[in-house]
C-alpha cells in the first residue's frame, strides 16, 4: 500500500544479527543514519544518549506527529534456527525491537516519498533503553523532545495477535514499573559461632516472608498488581555467616498510590527485619514506567485509519497488560496511543511470547505496521482536536 515490505525485512534482519544492550547501541545506530542518510532525511542526536531523532517536513511545525520505536534487545542466548539468528553471545532480539526500528524505518522511506503532500510535521524517535533499567523515553523527554510533538504513536508486535491485525486498549493498558534493590549488610563469623556474627541472609529471608504476607493480607484482592521478588542472594561459603545479601524485585500496578504504598512497607519490611538481627538495611527503588494511557480520542483515530490497511474484520480490541513499557514517558507531556501488531502465525512457529529464547515473529505482518502508521499520519495531517482530546481524558499523573 505504502511501504516496502521487502525493505522493512531486509533492515530487521539485519538488526537482528547484532543485537545490542540498553544504551550501547553503536551498530544500530549506524543502520537508522546510513537509512536516513540514504533517504535524505534530517536528522539529530542531540535529544538523549545513543538517540536518533529524524525529521520529515521540519519547517512546518505548526503540528507535529511523532512515531517512536525502541531499538535495544536482552540478554538472552537465543535458540532459534533462522539463518539470521543473533551473531553475539548472549544478546538477542527477543521482544521485537528489530522489527520496530525496521518498520520505523520503513515508514520514514514511505513518507518521504510523499513528504510535498503532507500538511504537517513528523518526528521520527529512535529511541535505546526501552529494556534497561535507566529509561531511554525518560532521558528523550528530559531532553525536550516533547516541546516539539503534539501527538505521539508507537507500535510493538504481539505474538497473541493474529498475524496483521491491529489492536487498541483505551485507556490505561499497560502497568506502571518499579523496580527495588535491597542490600543487607551484617558481620561475618564461623558457622559454628554464629552469635558472634550478624546473619544478613536471615534478616533477607524475614523481608522476603514479609512481602509475601503484605501482598496476600493488606491489599485489596480485587487490585491490579505483581510484586514479585526475582532474586535473592547472599553469603560466600556454608561455612561463614553471610555479612551480605541482597534481593531484587519489581512492582506493577493501574493504581500509582498503591506503588507508593507497597514500595513504603518493603522498605519498613526491610528496616524492621535487618533491625531485628542486628544487620542494617538498604533500599534503592526506580520508578521506570508509569501506567501507559492510550488516549480514548486518538485510540479512535489510530483503529479508524488502520482499518483502512487491515480492514475491519482485523481490528482488535486489547485487554490490559500488567506488562510495563517505558512509552509512557512521552505520555506524560502529551498525548498518545500505544498500538499492537499482531504477528502471530502459528504455521511459522511464531507463538512464543516475548523475553524468550525462541521468540519468533511473522515478517509478513510489518508492512501493515507501517502502512498502518503512514495512514495515521494522512489522516491526521491537518491536525487533531485538541479539546476532543482532553474531553476524552480521565486519566492523570
Known amino acids: 500500500m505504502y511501504a ?13 544479527e547484532y543485537p545490542e544492550i540498553g544504551f550501547d547501541v553503536p551498530k544500530t545506530v549506524a543502520v537508522v543514519k546510513r537509512e536516513l542518510d540514504k533517504l535524505g532525511i534530517e536528522y539529530t542526536e542531540k535529544y538523549g544518549e545513543s538517540s536518533v531523532v529524524a525529521t520529515i517536513n521540519p519547517e512546518k511545525s505548526h503540528f507535529t506527529i511523532g512515531i517512536r520505536a525502541d531499538m535495544d534487545a536482552l540478554l538472552i542466548q537465543e535458540k532459534t534456527d533462522l539463518s539470521f539468528k543473533s551473531k553475539i553471545d548472549g544478546q538477542m532480539h527477543a521482544c521485537g525491537h528489530d522489527a520496530h526500528t525496521a518498520m520505523l524505518l520503513g515508514t520514514a522511506k514511505a513518507l518521504k516519498a510523499m513528504e510535498d503532500k503532507l500538511a504537517c510535521r513528523v518526528m521520527l524517535v529512535f529511541q535505546p533503553s526501552e529494556e534497561g533499567i535507566r529509561s531511554g523515553a525518560a532521558e528523550l523527554v528530559k531532553g525536550g523532545l516533547m516541546d516539539e510533538i503534539d501527538v505521539i504513536i508507537g507500535m ?17 493498558s499497560m502497568a506502571s514499573s518499579r523496580s527495588f534493590r535491597i542490600d543487607f549488610y551484617g558481620a561475618t563469623a564461623h558457622a559454628t559461632l554464629p552469635h558472634t556474627g550478624i546473619d544478613a541472609l536471615a534478616a533477607a529471608v524475614r ?14 484482592p480485587f487490585s491490579k498488581f505483581v510484586c514479585s521478588v526475582g532474586k535473592l542472594s547472599g553469603g560466600t561459603s556454608q561455612n561463614i555467616i553471610a555479612d551480605h545479601a541482597y534481593m531484587l524485585g519489581t512492582i506493577r500496578t493501574f493504581d500509582m498510590e498503591l506503588d507508593a504504598f507497597l514500595i513504603k512497607r518493603i522498605e519498613e519490611i526491610a528496616k524492621n527485619a535487618a533491625n531485628e538481627v542486628g544487620a542494617k538495611a538498604v533500599v534503592d527503588t ?14 479512535g483515530l489510530v483503529l479508524n485509519s488502520a482499518k483502512k490497511v487491515v480492514g475491519e474484520d482485523n481490528i482488535v480490541n486489547m485487554p490490559e497488560k500488567l506488562s510495563s513499557e517505558d512509552f509512557s514517558q512521552y505520555l506524560t507531556k502529551k498525548p498518545g496511543v500505544f498500538i499492537r501488531l499482531g504477528t502471530r502465525n502459528e504455521a511459522k512457529g511464531c507463538t512464543t511470547l516475548p523475553h524468550n529464547n525462541d521468540f519468533m515473529i511473522d515478517e509478513d505482518a510489518f508492512v501493515s505496521g507501517s502502512d498502518s502508521c503512514v495512514q495515521f499520519v494522512l489522516d491526521n495531517m491537518n491536525g487533531i482536536d485538541m479539546d476532543a482530546v482532553e474531553k476524552s481524558t480521565h486519566a492523570r499523573y
Not at 526506580?286 to 485510540?299: D, E, G
Open 4 to 16: 516496502d515490505k521487502e525493505y522493512i525485512i531486509s533492515l530487521r534482519r539485519e538488526i537482528h
Open 156 to 172: 510493538h508486535v504481539e505474538n497473541w495477535l493474529p498475524s496483521g491485525s491491529i489492536g487498541v486498549c483505551s485507556g490505561s
Open 207 to 220: 523481608t522476603y516472608n514479609s512481602i509475601q504476607y503484605v501482598t496476600g493480607r493488606e491489599i485489596d
Open 286 to 299: 526506580s520508578l521506570k514506567a508509569l501506567v501507559v494511557y492510550n488516549n480514548p480520542y486518538i485510540s
